[in-house]
């Protein structure tokens, strides 16, 4: 069984052939184009090149936006894909698959939980809270089995859950979403914020000649030297972190969180003061410990995911 795999991305599109244990055989990635007629050929041309003659069962793709994963029509996808809203993703494929072979679509958060559920950390589980940490915060839910849609395809924006009503302006227009608090952004700023103001700390003296050297990979590596500004910084979003964890544990009761993205390859750095924050908050109603896992599906570029979409348990 061989399936088709296609994460479409702001900058690259990227496909792969996964075999039905998950191996992803040959792949390959092309630069996102600029406009329909330009993508449409690129999609294509690149499916064709990977496929090679292969038969092909299923495909599946991972999208930004908000994506009809009934019908795979791209309802919104504002930046530089917007001219893919209004578009049927199983239609663009079509000059290469025909209209036979079953295709699926959905989001790139929930893609990666789909991958989770079929070769990763989320087998055998019906209720995982997904979380990606990286620039912003996506997430995913997984609650009696099914991938959570919501009413108009938006449920799963974990990063967007309100931690501080005051906060900072969010991207989405809200204020002190989870991720103006906890997100690589969110920490760059507060540490490029402490070296502005000269705060006595490593990561002026280290950093402020060179503030894109400060990365929030440094303010951890920083902070793991015994720092105290850059301890603070990371204290501080963590807190905010585990408390979005604890409300998301306290509404849906998962098995499991899967907690990923850049910012988790800071490994024991995180997940140990993450936990104990997510354990006092839900102790008390919960009376057992969420275990916090990393993801364990080794592909990252979403190839791997989108072809797990095609898989029943993912539906
Ligand atoms: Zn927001």
Redesign the pocket.
């Known amino acids: 069984m061989a399936i088709l795999g296609i994460d479409i991305g702001g900058t690259r599109i990227k496909a792969g052939v996964v075999a039905g244990d998950g191996t992803l055989g040959a792949h390959a990635a092309v630069g996102t184009p600029a406009t329909l007629e330009d993508f449409r050929d690129a999609l294509c041309d690149l499916a064709r090149h990977i496929i090679d003659g292969a038969e092909i069962e299923a495909a599946g793709f991972g999208c930004k936006g908000i994506i009809n994963a009934r019908s795979t029509r791209v309802d919104v996808l504002p930046g530089t894909l917007h001219y893919l809203e209004g578009h049927v993703l199983s239609e663009l494929i079509a000059p290469v698959l025909g209209r036979r072979t079953p295709v699926f679509a959905d989001n790139d958060a929930r893609v990666a939980l789909a991958g989770e559920l079929a070769w990763g950390a989320a087998r055998g589980h019906s209720d995982v809270v997904m979380l990606t940490l990286g620039t912003g915060v996506g997430g995913a839910i997984l609650s009696g089995g099914r991938l959570v849609r919501g009413h108009s395809g938006v449920a799963g ?1 974990l ?2 859950l ?1 931690i501080d009503p005051d906060g900072p302006l ?11 608090l906890f997100s690589s952004r969110a920490i760059e700023s507060e540490a490029h914020a402490a070296v502005h103001r000269g705060v006595d700390s490593l990561l002026t003296r280290r950093y402020a000649g060179d503030l894109q050297a400060l990365t929030c990979e440094a303010v951890f590596e920083t902070a793991r030297e015994g720092d105290t500004a850059a301890r603070l910084i990371v204290y501080e979003a963590v807190r905010a972190l585990g408390a979005a964890i604890a409300g998301l544990v306290h509404a849906l009761d998962p098995e499991i969180v899967i907690v990923g993205g850049q910012i988790a390859q800071a490994g024991d750095a995180l997940f140990e003061p993450l936990t104990s924050e997510v354990q006092w908050r839900t102790h008390g109603l919960l009376r057992r410990t969420v275990p916090l896992v990393p993801p364990q599906v080794a592909d990252t570029s979403g190839v791997v995911g989108a072809a797990a979409l095609t898989l029943a348990g993912a539906s």
């Open positions: 924006h990063g967007h309100t969010c991207i989405c227009g809200n204020r002190g979403c989870l991720e103006t």
